[in-house]
């Protein structure tokens, strides 16, 4: 298939619900695309109207192959789609995606994650337009991972035993979620500290501008309480980053990437 244009409403598109419609490009094919910014599914992004241009990918990297004691997962398929795929071929490690929004280029990219069970863990390698990398030549860490290209494809190492008691745990500790529009966690966790404790503790827990707020259940999520606008949303970005730094002397660090 070939590479074609589409229009993106990220007013819609984005889990944040903020964003100008705009015109991106569908990637068929492997190659080097320098003059775009590839997006997944918009889980962990803030994007404005002067945002660089988009590119995503468009079905061809919407699989799951097995073979032998390896799987191999374009970069288009959606967390869920894994999970599932992992629960009907009692397949181990996939159990934390539940209640992970994403594609798996997006996940992969931001080493995401819910506590220990981060997705570089289970992977194997992955694949750019310069072939495959082991995850040995990659560098990661906590929601961070150098890569700086497209991913196309993911290979995981497979464990057996789908864990449903997993699952649960899992899927319980995303009870106290908000339900309204956000990016997921605004801000990465400092090295033993919480974002969210230190947000509640400068008093911006709850605290709105415009239609955007630090969440009432969890401080460290960046609601959109309808209509809310990228201004709003820097706002009460750097205001939570000066009064951490004021008050703790910790430089906070987003962990939603903003176009
Ligand atoms: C309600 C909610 C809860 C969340 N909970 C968690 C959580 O518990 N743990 C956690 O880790 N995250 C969490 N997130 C954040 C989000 O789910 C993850 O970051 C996810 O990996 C984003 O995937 P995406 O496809 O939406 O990526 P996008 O948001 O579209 O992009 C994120 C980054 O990935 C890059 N990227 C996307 N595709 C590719 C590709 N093919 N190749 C190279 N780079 C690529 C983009 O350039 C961008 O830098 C949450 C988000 C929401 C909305």
Redesign the pocket.
């Known amino acids: 298939m070939n590479n074609f244009l589409k229009e993106i409403n990220f007013a819609k598109y984005?889990?944040?619900r903020i964003g100008p419609k705009s015109e991106v490009l569908v990637i068929e094919e492997v190659g080097e695309y320098r003059g775009h910014?590839?997006?997944?599914?918009?889980?962990?992004?803030l994007i404005s109207d002067t945002h660089p241009s988009f590119a995503v990918?468009g079905s061809t990297?919407d699989y799951i192959e097995k073979k032998d004691d390896l799987l191999y997962v374009g970069?288009?398929t959606k967390?869920g789609k894994l999970l599932s795929y992992a629960k009907k071929n009692d397949l181990a490690k996939f159990e934390f995606l539940g209640?992970?929004?994403?594609?798996?280029?997006?996940?992969?990219?931001?080493?995401?994650?819910?506590k220990e069970f981060?997705i570089f863990n289970y992977i194997h390698s992955i694949k750019t337009k310069d072939g495959y990398i082991k995850k040995e030549d990659i560098e990661y860490s906590y929601?961070h991972t150098n890569?700086n290209?497209?991913?196309?494809e993911v290979v995981f190492n497979c464990t057996y035993g789908y864990s449903k008691a997993q699952s649960e745990v899992f899927k319980k500790m995303?009870d106290n979620?908000?339900q309204v529009p956000?990016?997921?966690?605004c801000f990465k966790n400092p090295a033993n500290d919480s974002a969210g404790r230190l947000i509640e503790a400068v008093g911006l827990k709850g605290f709105q501008k415009g239609n955007m707020a630090f969440s009432i259940e969890h401080a460290n999520?960046l609601a959109n309480m309808g209509e809310g606008n990228f201004d709003d949303a820097i706002y009460l970005i750097n205001l939570a980053k000066q009064k951490v730094k004021e008050k703790f002397n910790i430089n906070l660090e987003e962990?939603i990437?903003i176009y």
């Open positions: 984005s889990s944040i910014k590839i997006l997944g599914l918009g889980n962990n992004v990918l990297f970069c288009a967390s209640k992970l929004p994403g594609s798996l280029g997006g996940l992969v990219k931001m080493n995401a994650g819910l981060e929601r890569i290209t497209i991913v196309y995303r979620q908000p956000s990016a997921g966690s999520f962990e990437i």
